[in-house]
């Protein structure tokens, strides 16, 4: 007979640590991706201090770093999406958490932007 413990951490590696890893990376993507665009607003919303590479406009400079965050986001949200389509659940459940996705992205752009304005 084996030990409680042993069943319990073959479920956890088998189960619950795949589904853990899947999320703290998600997480990680979205907060580098909104850093970065919230880095981009806060470039082309206001005159740095310092020249970016001599005579660049910094509202340029600022919306292309911009779009680069976005499509950090984009890529991560797709990958998000493609890996909840392989996964059975309804279609209700997959569209609250894109919904979600989106919200929380919004939500930590507006969050960074207001702790840089401070």
Not at 24 to 41: F, M, N, P, W
Not at 93 to 104: D, E, G, H, T
């Amino acid at each position: 007979m084996a030990a409680p413990g042993t069943n319990w951490l073959a479920f956890y590696g088998e189960k619950i640590e795949p589904v853990f890893k899947e999320i703290v990376s998600h997480v990680e993507k979205i907060i580098i991706g909104t850093l970065i665009v919230s880095a981009g607003a806060h470039v082309s919303s206001t005159a740095p201090s310092i020249q970016l590479f001599g005579y660049l406009r910094h509202s340029l400079v600022g919306r292309g770093v911009m779009l680069i965050g976005i499509v950090i986001l984009l890529l991560n949200f797709i990958d998000g999406l493609y890996k909840l389509a392989k996964v059975n659940w309804h279609l209700a459940w997959q569209i609250v958490m894109s919904v979600f996705y989106i919200a929380l992205s919004v939500r930590m752009i507006q969050l960074i932007l207001a702790f840089r304005g401070e």
